[in-house]
């Protein structure tokens, strides 16, 4: 196959880019770096079968040559990042989106739409089913990232009924690993950073608040899967064993060895309390889940962090 992946310098697309690739697929990279990082693609340089586009989605877009796929992943997705760039965040859940689906039809390929756990908001059903609606704030802080992956998927499905289209929707759980940024403002990288720099690990609120925290590996695994043999409505993909932050924090500062301490900070607002996903249809229809513990995982982390802050 040859597909399209947007963002494919982010975190999650430059993994993805790399799951293809590995299967023999050829893959067009697509990115603009507003938060991606060229560092995450320069190992596929003087790949055959791989093309680095830099343009930004939410404008015009064309892409020439045949395509069985396009898997559309450029967003910011961190809080740091759709607070310092809400506009382009919304653009990009819409007016991205859009481009992107039009690339689809027009090549008769697969869509894949990445969305996010953080159409749930702050749950009132826990955990987490695909069938659940959501509890979302429109016009807080956080809004401009949830209602542009609500929107996106809004759009996903009206192509898929009114055009026909094969689709494919994941909603993606709190993923943690390698290249991630250490300023991305996520609460692994956060704590990481903070521990290995000899600094109190800041948790917000007393720490109580869950995530459910799934490895890179795992999560790409499942994406994979589901964009090849999934069904149009959307999936959870996401590891089911839920933690407080706080001990997050603990296990972090274990690993590390680090002599830093922990401080609480005010909460942010719509910060969700808790956050775990019900896979029952990944397992059932993609015969996958998770099989990176936490405490492996984090480990893994941290080693690749002690390179980059080296």
């Known amino acids: ?10 975190f999650l697309g430059s993994h993805l880019c ?9 893959v067009v990279g697509l990115d603009n770096f507003i938060t991606g990082n060229p560092d995450n693609i320069a190992h596929l340089v003087g790949n055959d079968r791989f093309e680095f586009v830099r343009h ?34 919304l653009k990009v859940g819409a007016l991205g989106t859009h481009n992107a689906l039009g690339v689809a039809l027009a090549k008769n390929a697969r869509f894949f739409l990445a969305s996010t756990s953080e159409v749930y908001g702050d749950p009132l059903e826990h955990p987490q089913t ?15 990232y949830d209602e542009a992956k609500r929107f996106a998927e809004a ?20 993923t943690y690993g390698p290249r991630m940024r250490p300023n991305d403002g996520r609460v692994v990288s956060n704590f990481i950073v903070q521990a290995l720099c000899n600094q109190p690990l800041t948790i917000y609120g007393d720490g109580s608040q869950t995530r459910s925290f799934c490895f890179v590996a795992d999560e790409v695994e499942g994406i994979y899967r589901l964009f090849m043999r999934g069904d149009n409505n959307p999936t959870n993909i996401g590891n089911p064993n839920e933690f407080t932050v706080r001990q997050l924090a603990e296990l972090v500062i274990e690993l590390t060895g680090t002599q830093s301490t922990i401080v609480e900070r005010e909460l942010p607002v719509d910060d969700p ?8 249809k990944a397992r059932e229809m993609l015969g996958w889940e998770p099989a990176v513990s936490l405490r492996e995982g984090v480990a893994r982390t941290i080693e690749y962090f002690r390179s980059v802050l080296a």
């Open 1 to 10: 196959m040859r597909v399209l992946i947007t963002g494919a310098a982010g």
């Open 18 to 26: 790399d799951r293809f690739l590995a299967d023999g697929h050829s």
């Open 56 to 89: 930004n989605i939410s404008t015009y877009t064309y892409v020439a040559g045949p395509l069985d796929g396009v898997l559309h992943f450029a967003s910011p997705a961190s809080p740091v990042d759709y607070l310092e760039y809400p506009i382009a965040t």
């Open 130 to 144: 695909e069938s659940y609606w959501g509890n979302v704030n429109p016009i807080g802080p956080r809004g401009v």
């Open 155 to 174: 759009m996903t499905m009206a192509y898929h009924r009114y055009h026909g289209m094969d689709t494919r929707i994941v909603r993606i759980f709190n």
């Open 273 to 280: 309390k808790v956050r775990q996903p019900d896979i029952s």
